[in-house]
């Protein structure tokens, strides 16, 4: 087990409680945020090496999300940290009853390569926040990222002056098979982003050591597009989300669901946007990305076929370039929607009505997202409430990801458990319930002990009964 | 005593939660930033779906009921898996739950160890578990084929630390309490007692005493006492009496699963009695110097279900708790943390993972929605966001 002694030398630190207190935590934070602040120009090449990755969407996502999520725990640590007091019954008037957030311990984070310091910066911070001494594990794929990190990370976490050995944090590189001997390990908290199926193989990892897990995976996140509704500002909003990072994102709108009239007026609406944000020529536009890796470039040329190509559909191979690509009239059963599409690439399927819309959705496995445009809030509402998904916005792309007071994630193959905000720190806490009793007044625990009898019973029951309100008890 | 444990439990959880349904099934609005002043964003609570409840035979007709309120209350359509161990009530559940529930959502699956694993080969949205850490992990594997979010509330050996500074009568007739009801087979019994070696002997008159007050001079004719559940447990328990300094009990009749109250003294950390959750009315003692060295002994362990702690000094206790983890905690009695519905019941590392009773049930079951409902006009305020990008509106 080639991690052991790394896994143990954290869980050493992690029971001497140096990550427990306050102090502690916000100058973690804190060193997080001067990581931003000193690597910026370093993140925005190293992602754009790895993809392509625009700067603006760079700085965007990788910097000032982060950098949110970071004020937003800094801001509220304290309050988070506290006892939560709790009603009482009757009897336990004199005691305290309260919810204690406690570390979990040792924590893994795993993250994906698509926006590389963001899926592990964010959860980073929970867990520090909550108190954890914490394993990152960023990916391979994104590499000039990961070794980004691997170099730089240990400078700003649990500094000491021995730089090449951290007590509390650790950052872990490799592939598939170092991933697989780290999770041979015990962790008491993992946290995973990437693929359903490799979800199943965390969790299932995770089991062996009964080691709670929150994964946020993927899927089709759906869009629906009714017919009534404002064209021009949904081609745009559709067109960011989809072609963001190269629509290598989890919550991306993956496929367009909308009437045969609707995919026509759609169209030069889309064609529109598109040149709007990239102009006549995409590949030549510094706000496009290019795609990871030659195998997903690979992956993505195949699904081009599947319906027919409406807008864009060039590729160039050295460059890993797809252009901003729009599939009209494409069939279920067409390769563009077998699997999550994670690229340019918007498959659009004609449906006849909303109901049939619903339908489809239904008939698929729970999206991390689902989106509905209409200028009729009474279908965007229907569309809501007929479904199920992680989240959902209704009339926009991706910004309900941007709020931290609203929890992120998914639901059956999309994943389980949620962060952003005070989530990601409830993630990482145990809530464990405390009482503390008084010692004296014995005599008020006597009827619950044996012999038992009637007369016991009854105290009892009107002790601890809660009577369902509109019935009276006449004496 | 089964009404005021099975049934009582069950009353006690009902009445509030229809009261409070409503409110815990509104949608939650959120703070919004200021780019989603405009709009409308909250938090929906929604069934997750088809949730299966799998019980165990200590308390089988509450540990049934209350998961399957939350789930019923969360809107889903529910399994429940009945322990076969508690044959007669798995039984009187099948029989008695068609008869009041609707039969197309709500069903009972009855069986060993073979039909709960063919069951677990569907795919559920949400898997409740209550049993042991060996079983939960299996469940646990069973649940990642499909995904399947799981609440585990598994078990663990409960310690309980008496402190030299405590009312020794009282602490001692508290945990008598807890650790003989139901014949210990409790799975947040104290399992075990942790003291400094010069209270030994006072805390094991102080538990005679409180034995004879409850059951009677002759315990086994005593309608208050309970048996082991079979004769597999039956040898299970007695098995961990061996080579044991009993101090008090030890009497046991097989023809009737009886095992008298019993308690050991200077038991070794090391032997058989240490090493797993004992279940049974059979208490050891194990002797620490001091507070630091209860503490360490505990952390040494797997992190308990429950944690016990009996003092007069806040300080201490407060330590105790700040040093430790648990999934819960009572200090100055036993079991008491599990009756409050305000508070989340569950465990942590192999005790268990999740939580419910209260909210907490209805929360289990919930899948919490983020909603985001924005205007299709004011596209204005989205050009900021769109490219061509520069690092100027960056920095706006």
């Given at each position: 087990?080639?991690?052991?002694?790394?896994?143990?030398?954290?869980?050493?630190?992690?029971?001497?409680?140096?990550?427990?207190?306050?102090?502690?935590?916000?100058?973690?934070?804190?060193?997080?945020?001067?990581?931003l602040?000193?690597?910026?120009?370093?993140?925005l090449?190293?992602t754009?090496?790895?993809?392509?990755?625009?700067?603006f969407e760079a700085?965007?996502s990788?910097?000032?999300?982060?950098?949110?999520?970071?004020?937003?725990?800094?801001n509220?640590?304290?309050?988070?940290?506290?006892?939560?007091?709790?009603?009482?019954?009757?009897?336990?008037?004199?005691d305290s009853?309260?919810?204690?957030?406690?570390?979990?311990?040792?924590?893994?984070?795993?993250?994906?390569?698509?926006?590389?310091?963001?899926?592990?910066?964010v959860?980073?911070?929970?867990?520090?926040?909550?108190?954890?001494?914490?394993?990152?594990k960023?990916?391979?794929?994104?590499?000039?990222t990961?070794?980004?990190?691997?170099?730089?990370?240990?400078?700003?976490?649990?500094?000491?002056?021995?730089?090449?050995?951290q007590?509390?944090?650790?950052?872990?590189?490799?592939?598939?098979?170092?991933?697989?001997?780290?999770?041979?390990?015990?962790?008491?908290?993992?946290?995973?982003?990437?693929?359903?199926?490799?979800?199943?193989?965390?969790?299932?990892?995770?089991?062996?050591?009964?080691?709670p897990?929150?994964?946020?995976?993927?899927?089709?996140?759906?869009?629906?597009?009714?017919?009534?509704?404002?064209?021009?500002n949904?081609?745009?909003?559709?067109?960011?989300?989809?072609?963001?990072?190269a629509?290598?994102?989890?919550?991306?709108?993956?496929?367009?669901?909308?009437?045969?009239?609707?995919?026509?007026?759609?169209?030069p609406?889309?064609?529109?946007a598109?040149?709007?944000?990239?102009?006549?020529?995409?590949?030549?536009?510094?706000?496009?990305?290019r795609i990871?890796?030659?195998?997903?470039?690979q992956?993505?040329?195949?699904?081009l076929?599947?319906?027919?190509?409406?807008?864009?559909?060039?590729?160039?191979?050295?460059?890993?370039?797809?252009?901003?690509?729009?599939?009209?009239?494409?069939l279920?059963?067409?390769?563009?929607m077998?699997?999550?599409?994670?690229?340019?690439?918007?498959?659009?399927?004609?449906?006849?009505?909303?109901?049939e819309a619903?339908?489809?959705?239904?008939?698929?496995p729970?999206?991390?997202?689902?989106?509905a445009?209409?200028c009729?809030?009474?279908?965007?509402n229907?569309?809501?409430?007929?479904?199920?998904?992680?989240?959902?916005?209704g009339?926009?792309?991706?910004?309900?990801?941007?709020?931290?007071?609203?929890?992120?994630?998914?639901?059956?193959?999309?994943?389980?458990?949620?962060?952003?905000?005070?989530?990601?720190?409830?993630?990482?806490?145990?809530?464990?319930?405390?009482?503390?009793?008084?010692?004296?007044?014995?005599?008020?625990?006597?009827?619950?002990?044996?012999?038992?009898?009637?007369?016991?019973?009854?105290?009892?029951?009107?002790?601890?009964?809660?009577?369902?309100r509109?019935?009276?008890?006449?004496? | 005593?089964?009404?005021?444990?099975?049934?009582?439990?069950v009353?006690?959880?009902?009445?509030?939660?229809?009261?409070k349904?409503?409110?815990?099934?509104?949608?939650?609005?959120?703070?919004?930033n200021?780019?989603?002043?405009?709009?409308?964003a909250?938090?929906?609570?929604?069934?997750?779906?088809?949730?299966?409840?799998?019980?165990?035979?200590?308390?089988?007709?509450?540990?049934?009921?209350q998961?399957l309120?939350?789930?019923?209350?969360?809107?889903?359509?529910?399994?429940?898996?009945?322990?076969?161990?508690?044959e007669?009530?798995?039984?009187?559940?099948?029989?008695?739950?068609p008869?009041?529930?609707?039969k197309?959502?709500?069903?009972?699956?009855?069986?060993?160890?073979?039909?709960?694993?063919?069951?677990?080969?569907?795919?559920?949205?949400?898997i409740?578990?209550?049993?042991s850490?060996?079983?939960?992990?299996?469940?646990?594997?069973?649940?990642a084929?499909?995904?399947?979010?799981v609440?585990?509330?598994?078990?663990?050996?409960?310690?309980?630390?008496?402190?030299?500074?405590?009312?020794?009568?009282?602490?001692?007739?508290?945990?008598?309490?807890?650790?003989?009801?139901?014949?210990?087979?409790?799975?947040?019994?104290?399992?075990?007692?942790?003291?400094?070696?010069?209270?030994?002997?006072?805390?094991?008159?102080?538990?005679k005493?409180?034995?004879?007050?409850?059951?009677?001079?002759?315990?086994?004719?005593?309608?208050?006492?309970?048996?082991?559940?079979?004769?597999?447990?039956?040898?299970r328990?007695?098995?961990?009496?061996?080579?044991q300094?009993?101090?008090?009990?030890?009497?046991?009749?097989?023809?009737?699963?009886?095992?008298?109250?019993?308690?050991?003294?200077?038991?070794?950390?090391?032997?058989?009695?240490?090493?797993?959750?004992?279940?049974?009315?059979?208490?050891?003692?194990?002797?620490?110097?001091?507070?630091?060295?209860?503490?360490?002994?505990?952390?040494?362990?797997?992190?308990?279900?429950?944690l016990?702690?009996?003092?007069?000094k806040k300080?201490?206790?407060r330590?105790?708790?700040?040093?430790?983890?648990?999934?819960?905690?009572?200090?100055?009695?036993?079991?008491?943390?599990?009756?409050?519905?305000e508070?989340?019941?569950?465990?942590?590392?192999?005790?268990?993972m999740?939580?419910?009773?209260?909210?907490?049930?209805?929360?289990?079951?919930?899948?919490?929605?983020a909603?985001l409902?924005?205007?299709?006009?004011?596209?204005?305020?989205?050009?900021?966001?769109?490219?061509?990008?520069?690092?100027e509106?960056?920095?706006?």
């Amino acid at each position: 087990n080639p991690y052991a002694g790394l896994v143990s030398h954290l869980r050493a630190s992690w029971l001497s409680g140096k990550t427990r207190p306050m102090e502690y935590r916000v100058a973690q934070l804190e060193a997080l945020g001067r990581f931003l602040d000193d690597k910026k120009q370093e993140i925005l090449e190293a992602t754009e090496l790895d993809m392509g990755k625009p700067s603006f969407e760079a700085f965007f996502s990788e910097i000032l999300l982060c950098k949110n999520e970071l004020n937003v725990t800094l801001n509220n640590l304290s309050h988070w940290m506290k006892d939560e007091y709790v009603d009482k019954n009757l009897v336990m008037q004199l005691d305290s009853a309260f919810i204690r957030k406690d570390p979990y311990g040792v924590v893994l984070i795993i993250a994906p390569w698509n926006y590389p310091i963001h899926l592990f910066l964010v959860p980073l911070i929970g867990a520090i926040a909550a108190g954890n001494c914490a394993i990152i594990k960023p990916s391979e794929i994104s590499k000039n990222t990961e070794r980004l990190v691997a170099e730089t990370l240990g400078c700003y976490l649990d500094r000491n002056f021995s730089v090449s050995l951290q007590d509390c944090f650790a950052v872990v590189t490799g592939g598939v098979p170092e991933t697989t001997r780290l999770l041979e390990n015990k962790f008491d908290y993992i946290f995973f982003t990437g693929s359903p199926p490799v979800g199943r193989i965390i969790m299932t990892a995770a089991a062996k050591h009964l080691t709670p897990v929150t994964l946020e995976l993927g899927g089709k996140n759906p869009c629906y597009v009714s017919d009534t509704c404002d064209v021009t500002n949904v081609a745009r909003r559709v067109a960011w989300g989809r072609f963001f990072n190269a629509g290598q994102t989890c919550i991306a709108p993956d496929y367009l669901l909308c009437t045969l009239e609707m995919q026509e007026k759609l169209m030069p609406a889309l064609r529109a946007a598109i040149t709007e944000f990239f102009g006549s020529n995409p590949r030549e536009s510094p706000d496009f990305g290019r795609i990871v890796s030659d195998k997903q470039f690979q992956r993505l040329r195949g699904l081009l076929g599947s319906g027919r190509v409406a807008i864009g559909g060039q590729t160039d191979e050295a460059e890993r370039y797809i252009a901003p690509t729009v599939l009209a009239d494409v069939l279920p059963s067409d390769p563009a929607m077998q699997e999550e599409v994670f690229g340019p690439i918007l498959p659009i399927v004609v449906i006849a009505n909303m109901d049939e819309a619903i339908d489809f959705i239904n008939a698929r496995p729970r999206p991390l997202a689902l989106y509905a445009f209409s200028c009729d809030s009474k279908i965007v509402n229907q569309v809501l409430e007929r479904t199920s998904s992680g989240g959902f916005c209704g009339n926009d792309t991706l910004m309900h990801f941007t709020l931290t007071s609203l929890p992120f994630g998914g639901i059956g193959n999309s994943g389980l458990g949620k962060y952003h905000g005070k989530f990601t720190f409830d993630t990482f806490s145990h809530h464990r319930a405390c009482l503390h009793r008084n010692m004296g007044l014995e005599t008020l625990n006597t009827p619950r002990y044996p012999p038992y009898t009637q007369q016991k019973l009854g105290l009892i029951t009107t002790t601890f009964e809660v009577k369902r309100r509109g019935t009276c008890t006449l004496l | 005593n089964a009404y005021s444990h099975e049934i009582l439990g069950v009353l006690k959880e009902l009445a509030p939660t229809m009261e409070k349904l409503p409110s815990w099934a509104a949608p939650q609005p959120v703070k919004k930033n200021l780019l989603t002043m405009r709009d409308e964003a909250y938090i929906g609570y929604e069934p997750l779906g088809v949730v299966l409840v799998i019980g165990a035979w200590n308390y089988p007709f509450v540990l049934v009921m209350q998961p399957l309120i939350g789930a019923i209350a969360a809107g889903n359509a529910v399994v429940v898996k009945p322990s076969e161990v508690s044959e007669n009530t798995s039984r009187l559940v099948a029989e008695l739950l068609p008869q009041y529930l609707d039969k197309d959502l709500y069903t009972v699956v009855t069986g060993g160890v073979p039909e709960t694993t063919e069951l677990l080969t569907q795919r559920f949205d949400h898997i409740l578990y209550t049993g042991s850490t060996a079983v939960g992990r299996i469940v646990m594997a069973a649940a990642a084929k499909h995904l399947t979010p799981v609440t585990l509330e598994l078990g663990g050996k409960s310690p309980c630390y008496i402190d030299k500074d405590c009312d020794l009568a009282v602490a001692c007739r508290r945990i008598t309490w807890g650790k003989y009801m139901n014949c210990g087979q409790t799975c947040i019994a104290p399992d075990y007692i942790l003291c400094d070696p010069s209270i030994q002997s006072k805390v094991v008159e102080n538990i005679k005493a409180t034995l004879k007050e409850f059951y009677g001079e002759d315990v086994k004719s005593s309608p208050d006492y309970g048996r082991i559940v079979n004769q597999r447990h039956f040898k299970r328990v007695l098995g961990l009496l061996e080579g044991q300094k009993i101090a008090y009990g030890g009497e046991t009749d097989e023809a009737s699963c009886f095992i008298a109250p019993t308690i050991l003294t200077d038991v070794s950390p090391e032997s058989k009695v240490m090493e797993e959750e004992i279940f049974g009315p059979v208490l050891p003692i194990v002797t620490v110097k001091s507070v630091e060295e209860a503490i360490e002994f505990i952390n040494l362990r797997e992190k308990p279900l429950a944690l016990y702690v009996f003092s007069n000094k806040k300080q201490l206790i407060r330590r105790v708790i700040a040093e430790t983890s648990s999934g819960g905690m009572t200090a100055n009695d036993v079991l008491m943390h599990s009756v409050l519905p305000e508070l989340p019941f569950g465990g942590v590392g192999h005790s268990g993972m999740g939580a419910y009773h209260g909210r907490f049930s209805f929360e289990t079951f919930s899948h919490r929605r983020a909603c985001l409902i924005k205007d299709l006009r004011w596209e204005v305020v989205n050009k900021l966001r769109y490219p061509p990008g520069s690092m100027e509106m960056m920095h706006l």
